[in-house]
């Protein structure tokens, strides 16, 4: 069993890209693997309460730990209660601590 930690910099709903990191993330979840995702930059903007982003929401509802980058939400005016439940803030330094830590770090 593998540790990996996906970085998502990139809004799933201008970015087609993100659908295939987030299954990937999902099959490897799924498959036992300890998965994490990073919202980072734009790939913050879905973890809003209210936006739909069907791949992420899955990945939420499965139990994938999901985390938000601190900055990055303070870059775009989100506030720690607008995110959906069960989206943790973060910084990017918990991506130096995974890379410590022997995680495979996938950055999208």
């Known amino acids: 069993m593998s540790n990996y930690l996906f970085i998502q910099s990139q809004d799933p709903f201008t970015e ?3 659908e295939h990191q987030f299954a990937l993330a999902g099959q490897l979840f799924d ?4 998965v994490q995702i990073l919202l980072v930059q734009n790939g913050v903007i879905p973890a809003r309460q209210g936006a739909r982003s069907q791949h992420l929401d ?3 509802e499965w139990g994938v730990p999901v985390l938000a980058d601190d900055f990055s939400l303070q870059q775009r005016q989100i506030s720690d209660d607008d ?8 910084s ?3 991506v130096i601590d ?4 022997g995680h495979k770090v996938i950055w999208n």
Do not use: Y
């Open 58 to 60: 899955q990945l939420i």
């Open 16 to 18: 087609v890209r993100t």
């Open 83 to 90: 995110l959906k439940d069960n989206i943790a803030v973060d």
């Open 31 to 34: 498959a036992g693997h300890n």
């Open 92 to 94: 990017v330094d918990s």
């Open 98 to 101: 995974a890379l410590l830590d």
